[in-house]
Each structure stands twice: as structure tokens, then as C-alpha cells.
Nanobody
Framework: QAPLVESGGGLVRAGGSLRLSCAAS????????IGWFRQTPGKEREFVAA????????YNFDSVKGRFTISRDNAKKTVDLQMNDLEPEDSAVYSC???????????????WGQGTQVTVSS
């Protein structure tokens, strides 16, 4: 199974929005949960959001609830993370990965992508 590919990162001012996308090339995509994590230098990966195989169940980290929304399109094999009202503390490398179940633990995920940098200026 090929790793996932993230896109959509960039530089934005506080209060702005970005939409990240996670794309897969394998036929396995629609049967797995997808999770978004973020990481800053010197820190462990932090769970952001996850979505189950059908898109009917989502789970967000407390600090992003009401600001970030995860969604998926199995026909396009993509999972998007819409990020609104961004804060400087949201700056990180954002990565996506697959899991057999929704989890906030990075060790439950595999097929990590390279990540996409999000920088929020104050």
C-alpha cells in the first residue's frame, strides 16, 4: 500500500482558513479510517481529527472542535480537513494516515504521508 499524499498547506494569517487534502492511490482507501495528525519540532505527533470508512462518524481533538471539519469522498479517494479560524498555535506539519478503526493514537495508524506545512502568523 502506497503512502498517502497531503496537500493544501501554506502560510495564512490568524483567523484565516486552509483546506488540507489527503489522497490515496490504493483500492483499500474506502475500507479504512483516516486520521489527521500534526507535529511541531521536538514534539510528538498530536491527534487532530479522524473519520470512519463511510464518513458517518468523526472525532476531533478538543482544541480544534468547532474550527476544523474532517470529511471524505471515497469516489475521489480523498479526505479533507477544513480549518477555519486558524491560530498561531495551529502551526505544524500536518500528516494523514490510515487505521482499521478510529483512534487518537498515532501508533494505530500506518501509510503516513510526507506531510504538509501549515504556518499561521499572528
Amino acid at each position: 500500500q502506497a503512502p498517502l499524499v497531503e496537500s493544501g498547506g501554506g502560510l495564512v494569517r490568524a483567523g484565516g482558513s486552509l483546506r488540507l487534502s489527503c489522497a490515496a492511490s490504493g483500492s483499500f482507501f474506502s475500507t479504512y479510517c483516516i486520521g489527521w495528525f500534526r507535529q511541531t519540532p521536538g514534539k510528538e505527533r498530536e491527534f487532530v481529527a479522524a473519520i470512519n470508512w463511510s464518513g458517518g462518524s468523526t472525532y476531533n481533538f478538543d482544541s480544534v472542535k468547532g474550527r476544523f471539519t474532517i470529511s471524505r469522498d471515497n469516489a475521489k479517494k480523498t479526505v479533507d480537513l477544513q480549518m477555519n479560524d486558524l491560530e498561531p498555535e495551529d502551526s505544524a506539519v500536518y500528516s494523514c494516515a490510515v487505521s482499521a478503526f478510529i483512534s487518537r493514537r498515532s501508533t494505530d495508524y500506518s501509510n503516513w504521508g510526507q506531510g504538509t506545512q501549515v504556518t499561521v502568523s499572528s
